[in-house]
């Protein structure tokens, strides 16, 4: 995802991390924890939805949902996660950086109603998205990601966000080192490779067409694909 808008060998890495830290938290989950096949049925304070129409919903097997929920009870066994405690969970995989920016952007994405949290459901539905979605699929959620005020279109100032936030997110990793001029500059430097045009805004039409044309994008966002 931060291929947009970092230029360095970190940029690789950062493209899969999101997927591979919800693999780890899913894993970890599992550790020490009895598989369940009746979990979806004794959630008590959240039940999600049925384990068919949870299934016919993403691209999940009934038996992967039913692990993926086994990782994410453990961690939220309220079966819901507010966005401090998403924040609590991004962090531990990011230890040499302030992941709150960062996090509060891709929690933005998880909460499908804008309720304020996230269910297994809203969870499953993204994380189908992002491990068994189309390029197509996982670009329109990276556009939904940097739209950070949700008007359909990615301003500098959108971009602006999100490129502060990856170099909080890096920390002391971060090569150049962060500051503000420099984070000015890669801002306006990758915002003009996407407004051709000069409209000062980029629309989902153009995020699309540029990125499905750029192999190295393509490349990247392909090994989100992957298995949970």
């Not at 302030?98 to 539905?125: H, K, M, N, Q």
């Not at 000062?200 to 499905?212: A, H, K, P, Q, R």
Request: neutral net charge.
């Amino acid at each position: 995802m931060s291929h947009f808008v970092r230029q360095s060998p970190v940029k690789t890495k950062f493209a899969t991390s999101f997927i591979s830290r919800t693999r780890r938290f899913v894993r970890e989950g599992l550790k020490d924890t009895d598989y369940d096949d009746d979990g979806l049925e004794t959630f008590k304070r959240y039940k999600p939805r049925s384990l068919d129409e949870l299934a016919s919903r993403t691209k999940f097997s009934k038996k992967e949902i039913q692990l993926i929920y086994q990782g994410f009870k453990q961690e939220c066994p309220s079966g819901i996660v507010n966005e401090d405690t998403f924040k609590h969970i991004y962090g531990q995989f990011f230890p040499f950086g302030d992941t709150s920016s960062y996090a509060r952007l891709v929690f933005a994405t998880f909460d499908l109603r804008s309720s304020g949290c996230v269910t297994f459901e809203d969870f499953l539905i993204c994380l189908s998205t992002l491990c068994r979605g189309t390029i197509e699929d996982r670009l329109r959620w990276i556009f939904t990601l940097y739209d950070t005020r949700k008007s359909g279109k990615i301003t500098r100032d959108d971009f602006h966000v999100i490129v502060c936030a990856v170099y909080s997110l890096l920390g002391n990793v971060s090569n150049p080192c962060c500051d503000l001029e420099t984070i000015r500059e890669h801002t306006a430097t990758v915002f003009q490779r996407f407004d051709k045009l000069h409209h000062g805004y980029i629309t989902m039409e153009d995020f699309m067409s540029f990125c499905l044309n750029e192999p190295t994008i393509i490349q990247s966002i392909d090994a989100l694909r992957t298995m949970v």
